[in-house]
T-cell receptor, first 110, second 117 residues
Framework: TQLLEQSPQFLSIQEGENLTVYCNSSSVFSSLQWYRQEPGEGPVLLVTVVTGGEVKKLKRLTFQFGDARKDSSLHITAAQPGDTGLYLCAGASNTGKLIFGQGTTLQVKP | GAGVSQSPSNKVTEKGKDVELRCDPISGHTALYWYRQSLGQGLEFLIYFQGNSAPDKSGLPSDRFSAERTGGSVSTLTIQRTQQEDSAVYLC???????????????FGSGTRLTVV
């Protein structure tokens, strides 16, 4: 069974601080995706990483895929209140199905 | 439509009753998924439809749960004899899958919040 473990599960920080969310597994995934979800809505895709060691940047967000394609991290620089939400990592199996981590709830206080 | 549409958005039902949840995926998306999410938690996989292949039902928690996808488009998730532990948000998503690989991300609907009282 493929499992993804996210840490931390909950993070409360002040505006302007940096943070990193981790996503780890003992399984290899063909790709790994990060989603952000706001209350009452479905998750929205932020990024897909495919190649081991790949790094992608979206403004203040930096995503990294581990060399062995088993783990990933999301780093946010200078967090803002608008970054508040539930962040989910998801690994793609070789059948097109996504396995989701438990999520990280981020609260950024002004 | 432009996005994934789910109905109803909220459903309150009495324990023991049956419920049907509907999902209209993005036109042309070959794959359709159902997930369940408890408050503030991750997503629990339920079932996956891909083209004309037999669905992956490995996530359905009991035989009270079933789903079908008609004409490769609309899907209905049915929960029979609902129990209080079935209370959750049920999310539907669609995507393009080619050669068994997920080429793009999922597009999710806003979910159906099911409350069993």
């Amino acid at each position: 069974t493929q499992l993804l473990e996210q840490s931390p599960q909950f993070l409360s920080i002040q505006e302007g601080e940096n943070l990193t969310v981790y996503c780890n597994s003992s399984s290899v995934f063909s790709s790994l995706q990060w989603y952000r979800q706001e209350p009452g809505e479905g998750p929205v895709l932020l990024v897909t990483v495919v190649t081991g060691g790949e790094v992608k940047k979206l403004k203040r967000l930096t995503f990294q895929f581990g060399d062995a394609r088993k783990d990933s991290s999301l780093h946010i620089t200078a967090a803002q209140p608008g970054d508040t939400g539930l962040y989910l990592c998801a690994g793609a199996s070789n059948t097109g199905k996504l396995i989701f981590g438990q999520g990280t709830t981020l609260q950024v206080k002004p | 439509g432009a996005g994934v549409s789910q109905s109803p958005s909220n459903k309150v039902t009495e324990k023991g009753k049956d419920v049907e949840l509907r999902c209209d995926p993005i036109s042309g998306h070959t794959a359709l998924y159902w997930y369940r999410q408890s408050l503030g938690q991750g997503l629990e996989f339920l079932i996956y439809f891909q083209g004309n292949s037999a669905p992956d039902k490995s996530g359905l928690p009991s035989d009270r749960f079933s789903a079908e996808r008609t004409g490769g488009s609309v899907s209905t998730l049915t929960i029979q004899r609902t129990q209080q532990e079935d209370s959750a948000v049920y999310l539907c998503a669609s995507s393009l899958v080619s050669g068994g690989l997920l080429n793009y991300g999922y597009t999710f609907g806003s979910g159906t919040r099911l409350t069993v009282v």
